[in-house]
């Protein structure tokens, strides 16, 4: 690094900057030390605006955590940081508001930092050719507080002195987080005021649609944020996945039950013409706004009938699509349970027979909880599933037996009267094993009468057995693990139905094997 320092080589020495201001807090932790060495090599008028701050960042995090080391040594750093820290105002504005906000939540004095905040905004207020100086670079991704800047510059604008400043910042550069702050901090401060700025956002809606929809969205109904958006979204200027950002209501209320239905109409216009990606951030923004996800906002949208109808089709919608995440699918679909219970049973059995098993966990949950109190609509639902002759082999593949037994017998037993040995054929495989409890071997009651209705059904049978290890997982001593269950497969060979007796004794032969092999696997992978 010397040398490289030596040639004075630009390219090279840029290099070698960012080595060290990325690693200058362990260079300072090594026991000896590395302060002298950094003060000689690092040229601070060398360093570019993001080096210098990384140094900065660096020697303040070995201050605040690496204090442990002499007292002499820190205090020399600390003198060091001094000499660092920038004296001129674009250096300050670039150490200010270049780091992260929650930055200062973690490390240092958030509330010095924030009154140094406010110290440049009123700077920059009062000297707006300074602020015209630095746009370019507050508008840049470069300066990562730009909000918390713009909203303390909008909090002493109220005359709107700088509007068109930071309007035509926005435009030129296409740098929103700036003026994202100040309407902020105008909406907090003069509210009254976000008339006079709408005009202004309705001349940019045609050549600056995302500029609009970015200080709509902020600035709540002042700005019309829901109208607005909605309006560039049917012109064709915005992806209607922009509407996600209202599920935290427009500014600081919740969105009207009338916003609500509009965005989600939008939402499933959109799916409807399958553009990609959009069932996925609709299920989101309905998952987001159910009452148990936000306790501050907990309106219930979907006590409307209409909306409901709405958010049930986005719900099939996303079983057919796979595109939503499974865990905001089942609360949504939970949620609806007391509204039709029915509808959710047929959705979970739909979702259990989909080409994406992603949903398959959560839709068996779904429907172990309307089984408890509604068995009959459950069983029918499921049983729908299991005999569909497109996607119904979905389900000869893995095992839910705990839906099974989440149903009452007598449900079951009604099905299979009904759909006979086809049904018995289809809801083989899930149904429960035999064990021992307490002591004694039991075959459940369910298993025993099916078992035992379609004793000379060869496909029941084959169906029952091809169930019973399905997508089974050992861990540990596995050899162990089978031999257990061939020795427990044993206490059945003398039972009363011929069809247990004759599963014992496939269980004894294929876990005796299976014993034996992993046993053999074992015993050669540990070789001495």
Request: glycine share 6%; net charge negative.
């Amino acid at each position: 690094i010397e040398k490289i320092f030596e040639t004075r080589d630009q390219r090279l020495l840029q290099k070698a900057q960012k080595v060290i201001c990325d690693n200058c807090r362990q260079l300072l932790r090594l026991s000896n030390g590395y302060l002298d060495w950094l003060r000689r090599v690092i040229r601070i008028d060398d360093l570019t605006d993001d080096l210098r701050l990384k140094l900065i960042s660096e020697v303040e995090t070995y201050i605040e955590y690496d204090s442990e080391q002499s007292p002499e040594i820190v205090e020399s750093v600390r003198d060091w940081l001094t000499v660092l820290s920038p004296t001129d105002f674009h250096g300050k504005l670039v150490t200010t508001v270049g780091i992260e906000p929650w930055d200062k939540e973690l490390h240092g004095d958030k509330n010095l930092w924030k009154k140094e905040i406010q110290i440049l905004a009123l700077h920059l207020k009062t000297h707006p050719d300074d602020l015209k100086k630095e746009l370019q670079w507050l508008c840049s991704p470069a300066a990562k507080s730009a909000t918390l800047l713009g909203q303390e510059l909008g909090l002493c604008d109220c005359e709107l002195k700088l509007v068109t400043i930071m309007f035509d910042a926005a435009k030129e550069y296409s740098g929103y987080l700036l003026i994202r702050g100040y309407i902020m901090g105008i909406n907090c401060a003069c509210p009254d005021r976000l008339s006079e700025i709408s005009v202004i956002m309705d001349s940019l809606e045609s050549s600056f649609p995302e500029l609009a929809y970015q200080a709509a969205e902020v600035g709540g109904r002042g700005l019309n944020a829901v109208e607005r958006t909605l309006r560039l979204i049917d012109s064709g200027k915005l992806p209607v996945t922009v509407l996600f950002t209202f599920f935290r209501g427009v500014g600081d209320s919740p969105l009207t039950r009338e916003e609500f239905y509009s965005i989600l109409t939008h939402f499933c216009s959109a799916i409807d013409s399958n553009i990609q990606g959009v069932s996925r951030v609709a299920l989101q923004f309905v998952s987001w706004t159910l009452p148990d996800k936000n306790k501050v906002r907990d309106k219930n949208y979907l006590e409307d009938p209409e909306t409901r109808n709405l958010v049930w089709h986005l719900l099939e919608a996303v079983i057919g699509k796979g595109e939503g995440e499974s865990h905001d699918w089942h609360d949504v679909l939970e949620f609806l349970i007391p509204y039709d219970n029915s509808h959710v049973a047929f959705l979970a059995s739909e979702a259990l027979i989909s080409e994406s098993s992603s949903y398959a966990d959560v839709a068996e949950n779904i429907l172990i909880q309307i089984a408890g109190t509604h068995p009959d609509i459950v069983m029918e639902n499921f049983g729908n599933a299991l005999l569909d002759k497109i996607s119904g082999w979905r389900l000869q593949v893995g095992k839910h037996t705990k839906v099974l037994l989440a149903i009452k017998n007598d449900s079951i037993i009604g099905w299979l009267k009904k759909h006979g040995i086809v049904g018995s054929r289809a809801i083989a495989r899930h149904l429960p094993e035999p064990a021992i409890k307490n002591g004694n071997p039991e075959v459940p009651e369910i298993t025993a009468y099916i078992l035992e209705k379609y004793d000379g059904d060869e496909e029941t049978f084959h169906g029952f057995t091809a169930g019973a290890h399905s997508f089974k997982m050992y861990s540990g001593d596995i050899s162990a693990q089978h031999q257990a269950e061939a020795d427990m497969a044993r206490k059945f060979l003398n039972h009363p139905l011929r069809r247990i007796r004759e599963w014992a004794a496939i269980e004894i032969e294929t876990e005796t094997n299976s014993a034996k092999r992993w046993r053999q696997e074992k015993e050669e992978r540990f070789l001495e």
